[in-house]
């Protein structure tokens, strides 16, 4: 008669078993409960920050290619003499030309792009299409005081530069992407500026009727 002995073995595989610290020591290492969740909250973050950079970058292109097109429009209208820049000094007109550019530029709310927009127009050497014009944006310190609004006369040679100021969020764009630091009298912020520029001469027929200061 055979002898059962599988009380004998299971015995001994509990004299087996380690006890105390040994047993839970042996027990964390095979229990992989949770795992998933503590590997997903490692790279959650830098998905996360990876994810909002292509974003925000995205929307930086769009910006870039909506404030080029605008630009294209506004210089055909000073071109014909439909929209006269008058002087350096006519703020008020200046507003006007913001908030039709930005009319154009419908992926930011209208208030927000026209605090964020800067204009620069600047009639050129009608013998070498020359200026003596320096970029505003120098140490990273944007300085609007620099900036010029004066279309000239018929058969004027003009430059127009339309700069958005693009406040940037993530963190990896700002070394590839950030030019300014210092912008309407905030110092903390940190920025991309995009232009676009155009290059024409009025005609005979049109914005010959300015009465402001030349730049």
């Not at 009380?7 to 001994?12: G, I, L, N, Q, S």
């Not at 000239?152 to 969020?169: D, H, R």
């Not at 995009?194 to 001469?201: G, L, Q, Y």
């Amino acid at each position: 008669m055979k002898k059962d002995t599988a009380p004998t073995e299971a015995k001994h595989e509990a004299d087996a078993r380690p006890t105390g610290l040994g047993a839970l020591r042996r027990k964390f290492t095979r229990d992989n409960r949770g795992v998933a969740a503590i590997e997903f909250a490692m790279i959650a973050l830098p998905l996360f920050i990876m994810i909002g950079g292509i974003m925000e970058m995205a929307l930086v292109f769009l910006i870039s290619i909506s404030v080029e097109d605008a630009a294209s429009a506004m210089a055909r209208q000073i071109k014909i003499g439909t929209y006269v820049a008058p002087g350096s000094s006519s703020s008020s007109s200046v507003a006007d030309f913001k908030a039709d550019l930005c009319a154009d530029i419908q992926l930011v709310p209208l208030a927000t792009c026209k605090q964020q927009i800067q204009v620069d127009v600047r009639t050129l050497s009608a013998v070498n299409f020359t200026s003596s014009a320096t970029s505003p944006i120098s140490g990273g310190v944007f300085n609007t005081s620099a900036l010029c609004f004066y279309s000239g006369s018929g058969g004027t040679p003009v430059v127009m530069t339309v700069y958005y100021v693009w406040p940037l969020l993530t963190p990896f764009l700002l070394n590839g992407l950030e030019n300014v630091s210092s912008y309407g009298g905030n110092t903390n912020g940190r920025w991309a500026a995009v232009s676009a520029t155009e290059v024409f001469v009025n005609e005979q027929t049109g914005a010959s009727n300015t009465t402001g200061t030349a730049c």
